[in-house]
C-alpha cells in the first residue's frame, strides 16, 4: 500500500466514524379513518349525552320506586347473589334499599341500610348538574368539583371497612347488618 492510499483509507475510516448512525426505518400506519359510529357520534348535539345519563338515572328511579325493595327479602326477586349464596352482606348490598329510602326523605333509614352511599349521593348529584351545566353551553358554568386522590382513596377505604364491619354479628356493627 502506498503512502497516498494509506492516508486515503484513513480518511474514509475518520469519514465512517464521523457520519451519523443509520436510520431505520419504522413501519408507516395508515392515518386514523374514523368509522360510521364514531362519525355519527360526532355529529350529535351537545345535549345528548347529559340527556342519555338523564334516562339511566331515571330508569333506575323508576325501578327502585316499583319494585319496592325495602319491604323485601334477601331471596326475594331482584335477588342479591353474594347474600344469597354466603349470608353475607356484599359492599352493594342495600343499596337499592338505600336510594329507596332517599327518594322517601327518610335519611337515617338509608344511612341504616347502606350509608357510603348516603354520603356519596349529593357528591354524585352536584356532579352530574355540573356536568350538565357545563356541557350545555349556558351563558352561565358551574365549577367542577375536584376529588382529590388521597380523598377518593380514603372514601374507597371506608367503603371496604363499612362492607367489613357491617357482616361482624356484634354490637355495634349489627346495627348495619341488612
Given at each position: 500500500?502506498?503512502?497516498?492510499?494509506?492516508?486515503?483509507?484513513?480518511?474514509v475510516?475518520?469519514?465512517a466514524?464521523?457520519?451519523?448512525?443509520p436510520v431505520?426505518?419504522?413501519?408507516?400506519?395508515p392515518?386514523?379513518q374514523p368509522?360510521?359510529?364514531?362519525?355519527?357520534?360526532?355529529?350529535?348535539?351537545?345535549?345528548?349525552?347529559?340527556?342519555g345519563v338523564?334516562?339511566?338515572?331515571?330508569?333506575?328511579?323508576a325501578?327502585?320506586?316499583?319494585?319496592?325493595?325495602a319491604?323485601?327479602?334477601?331471596?326475594?326477586?331482584?335477588?342479591?347473589i353474594?347474600?344469597l349464596?354466603?349470608?353475607?352482606d356484599?359492599?352493594?348490598?342495600?343499596?337499592?334499599?338505600?336510594?329507596w329510602?332517599?327518594?322517601?326523605?327518610?335519611?337515617?333509614?338509608?344511612?341504616?341500610?347502606?350509608?357510603?352511599?348516603?354520603?356519596?349521593?349529593?357528591?354524585?348529584?352536584?356532579?352530574?348538574?355540573?356536568?350538565?351545566?357545563?356541557?350545555?353551553?349556558?351563558?352561565f358554568?358551574?365549577?367542577?368539583?375536584?376529588?382529590?386522590?388521597?380523598?377518593?382513596?380514603?372514601?374507597?377505604?371506608?367503603?371496604?371497612?363499612?362492607?367489613?364491619?357491617?357482616?361482624?354479628?356484634?354490637?355495634?356493627f349489627?346495627?348495619?347488618f341488612?
Open positions: 500500500m502506498t503512502g497516498v492510499e494509506a492516508v486515503e483509507a484513513d480518511g475510516a475518520e469519514r466514524a464521523m457520519a451519523p448512525p431505520y426505518q419504522y413501519h408507516q400506519y392515518a386514523y368509522g360510521r359510529f364514531a362519525r355519527l357520534v360526532a355529529r350529535l348535539p351537545r345535549w345528548v349525552a347529559p340527556a338523564a334516562a339511566v338515572i331515571s330508569g333506575g328511579v325501578y327502585t320506586l316499583l319494585m319496592k325493595p319491604s323485601a327479602g334477601a331471596s326475594d326477586q331482584p335477588t342479591c353474594v347474600k349464596l354466603t349470608g353475607f356484599c359492599p352493594g348490598c342495600g343499596g337499592t334499599r338505600a336510594c329510602y332517599l327518594l322517601h326523605g327518610d335519611i337515617p333509614a338509608a344511612a341504616h341500610h347502606h350509608a357510603p352511599l348516603v354520603f356519596a349521593a349529593p357528591f354524585l348529584a352536584y356532579l352530574y348538574v355540573a356536568w350538565t351545566v357545563n356541557r350545555l353551553n349556558l351563558p358554568k358551574l365549577p367542577m368539583l375536584r376529588i382529590s386522590n388521597g380523598a377518593l382513596i380514603g372514601f374507597l377505604v371506608a367503603w371496604l371497612a363499612f362492607s367489613v364491619l357491617r357482616n361482624l354479628p356484634w354490637a355495634p349489627t346495627y348495619f341488612v
